[in-house]
């Protein structure tokens, strides 16, 4: 889920996060949030990992992050009480582990608050170790890093990580990426789209890079520190969803496959429910409306597009 709080919508022709956020107050997002979590939580039995974006909030960002490494230009004290304050509220292990999340994804962008004056040389906070230590030892988080948390990077092979570590397009090294990125915080590192210079494709970049990481976890002792410390957090989560390592445990069963998508009524179900009436007001509505819709009443259906037709016999 989307914790970003969307606190001042950008104007037109700027980048908006829109309907992919909860809203504008960090209250709400922060309870739609964990309300979304506990659903989740609920509906897997707590077999699937929950991790949420973007860390530590994205929605007072100033540009597109996926195009060009945005900042955000608030200060630390209106960071805690409006971008962070939806975090807390799912990382807070002291009320139990209901709507709590398991990681965090930390996004590739500036913050003014924790990183001072802003130049275009700049580290996004995902490569900056020092503001990731100065937000995960607050009070806040501490306990839930300390317990467990798993910090998940952005899309490390993304348009504006490329034009940060080269501007000038003379080769990207995606061997280094990776590593400033883990020894920055990150546990787990997304590279489902990186490709290095020289490389024919993505695969062959992960293999490097898995070899060069081989490399130097034999050859540098801080570094083998950290991969330690990530590992330990990811193998603790996997127990923590599935105790025994055994493929039965993952594998769903092929029993009432032939169902899926044969569900009308309940689909119909929560369509009803998810109704909101607008006008008129209820203590009007048998006045105004007394009956339904009759079988050659006309009904009007407005939408951004229809890609179903109403009945067999619809154009």
Not at 31 to 54: D, F, W
Not at 252 to 276: C, E, F, L, P
């Amino acid at each position: 889920p989307s914790l970003d709080v969307l606190d001042i919508p950008h104007t037109e022709g700027r980048y908006d996060l829109g309907v992919r956020t909860f809203g504008g107050n960090s209250y709400w997002v922060g309870k739609l949030g964990k309300a979304y979590i506990e659903g989740v939580q609920a509906g897997s039995a707590n077999r699937v990992a929950v991790i949420a974006t973007h860390f530590p909030g994205s929605g007072s960002s100033d540009r597109q992050p996926v195009e060009e490494i945005a900042t955000v230009r608030k200060s630390f004290e209106q960071l805690i009480n409006v971008e962070l304050a939806p975090f807390f509220k799912v990382t807070n292990i002291e009320q139990g582990q209901s709507g709590v999340v398991d990681g965090l994804l930390l996004s590739h962008i500036r913050y003014q608050g924790v990183q001072g004056n802003i130049q275009p040389s700049t580290k996004p906070i995902s490569f900056d170790p020092a503001a990731v230590d100065q937000i995960m030892n607050l009070p806040e988080m501490s306990p839930w890093r300390a317990t467990g948390g798993l910090i998940v990077s952005d899309d490390l092979g993304s348009e504006s990580i490329r034009k940060f570590v080269d501007p000038l397009n003379t080769g990207f090294d995606a061997r280094q990426v990776a590593r400033t990125a883990l020894m920055a915080g990150n546990d787990l590192l997304y590279m489902g789209n990186i490709l290095a210079t020289g490389d024919e494709d993505n695969y062959t970049t992960v293999v490097r890079t898995i070899d060069y990481f081989i490399q130097k976890y034999e050859e540098d002792s801080a570094f083998r520190t950290r991969v330690d410390e990530a590992v330990l957090k990811i193998l603790q989560l996997k127990m923590k969803i599935y105790p025994a390592f055994d493929p039965a445990d993952v594998l769903s069963s092929r029993n009432g496959i032939d169902a899926i998508g044969q569900g009308q009524a309940t689909v119909m179900d929560i369509a009803q429910s998810a109704v909101t009436l607008i006008s008129p007001e209820v203590e009007d509505l048998n006045s105004l409306i007394p009956d339904p819709p009759g079988t050659d009443d006309r009904i009007v259906i407005i939408s951004e597009e229809r890609t179903i037709a109403q009945c067999s016999n619809c154009s």
